[in-house]
């Protein structure tokens, strides 16, 4: 401590919630894992119904599906993505990929993400751009690659207040 009396005091500033926030989010390789994992699972039901519904005809015969068989298609994958992990969703903010490599979602101050207020804005921002031919395409990957961002969330995750952490 110095002798002038007139000297303000010194102290070391120390962003507590950053560093804090940094040790929990979960990296960009198990969030990674855990959408193959989702994707994969979600493959075992689509595909099948795919194929029930001729999807694959069009492609042998080189065909574009109509529009709107396409928006049909993605209408119904993502009810399929809703009865596997609603549940899940509702109550550990997880899907069955999340659950299986133990990461969560959360909102912004690491509570439970809200149905309406988090998870409805974060999966529609995800699932309803896809349904949009090459556009959805394009801002998938975009929503993909925000991932390198150094709070390691996604446009989805901005769009929802939330973020995934380790459980």
């Known amino acids: 401590m110095s002798e002038n009396l007139f000297t303000p005091p010194e102290s070391k500033l120390v962003d507590e919630t950053q560093s804090n926030l940094e ?97 409805l804005k974060r999966y529609g921002t995800y699932f309803i751009p896809n349904q949009v031919p090459i556009a959805g395409g394009i801002f998938q990957l975009i929503n993909i690659l925000f991932i390198f961002r150094k709070d390691k969330r996604c446009i989805h995750d901005l769009a929802g207040g939330t973020q995934v952490v380790y459980c």
């Open 23 to 119: 040790s929990v989010l979960a990296s960009r390789w198990r969030r990674l894992g855990a959408s193959l994992i989702d994707s994969f699972i979600m493959m075992l039901f689509v595909i099948p119904i795919m194929y029930f519904f001729g999807w694959f005809e069009f492609i042998t015969n080189g065909e574009d599906p109509p529009f709107m068989y396409s928006i049909g298609m993605g209408l119904m994958g993502i009810l399929f993505f809703i009865l596997l992990n609603f549940k899940l969703l509702i109550k550990n903010g997880q899907t069955i990929g999340k659950k299986l490599l133990n990461i969560k979602i959360v909102d912004m101050n690491g509570n439970q993400a809200d149905l309406k207020k988090h998870l």
